[in-house]
């Protein structure tokens, strides 16, 4: 598990200031590097938590990051995969089955069935090893199915968990078989290519790189150099960005879009790029489908849910060449 849980790419929200296993910090080859984003904000909760005791739990697989219990999706249902050997605190997580049926029931209300078949796994593990809040990869070498999983341990918070889930959804929204073509490579890809494949030209992300991309990419290439640099570009051009984490990279760019989106009461009103990359949602009907589906799910009559534009505790920062970009490859 542990070479399949790192040397496929994930994209990771993360929200302690830990270094990611495994990441070689200076890649600098932007079209064959992987998009896992460190988030710098530093919560001060970055010891390991040791918690100790209790009794080895489950199967025999190794819990190497954090994994507690992997789930493959059935539909409706989620049937259980492996239970990884963990103690202390994770085994009691790992014990509450309960609360990893809640986290699949708060999943679906974002994930609709006609698009759970993006999504054969899930992951309940602990965010303290990688520091991060969810995460997506594929699970298949096309991009047509892809694992998602949440840090039962920072999933307390419903807004932030929820927020969590419509942004990881997101990613997969955006990076599957539909969207990329896995077997160009990117010096073949005329498109925009965000590391797992060529971007097809009618994709979300292709239309939101040619909007508010395509004219700044040797600056923000350019600016990877240090993380100043990078909060420089982002200073430049903050009209572009509806969250200071959507200038991460392209990818993180159409996340925090289509979280917006979602959680946006209404169309906005301006024209700025930021704008404009919203009103490109509005653009599509599976889209808007989507957000309908969302928003009736969180925000009709039986649920009390308060999501709003980037409330969410990962908006305000940046992710930083160091941290941002990690050299997981293996790529397929
Ligand atoms: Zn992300």
Known sequence: MKTRFLSRWMIAIIIVSVSFYGCSNQDEDFDSITNNVVDPVDNGNTNGGTTGGGTAGGGTQASTQGEITL?????????????????GQDLTYQNDVARHQELWGQTKDVVPSSHRNYMNEFMIYNGEITGSAGYVYETASDLSTWQMGLAINYADDQNELLYTIIHEFGHILTLNNTQLDASVSSGACGNYFPGEGCSKAASFINKLYDLGWADIWSEYQQAQGSETALQAFYNQHQDRFVTNYAATNPGEDIAEVFATFVTMSGQPAGNTIAERKILLMYDEPELVTLRDYIRSNLFGNRKSVSLTPGSWSRANTIGTHTSSYCGVTNRH
Request: charged share 5%.
């Open 71 to 87: 789930y493959s999706v059935l539909g409706e249902a989620i049937q259980l995969q492996v239970n990884y050997q963990v103690t």
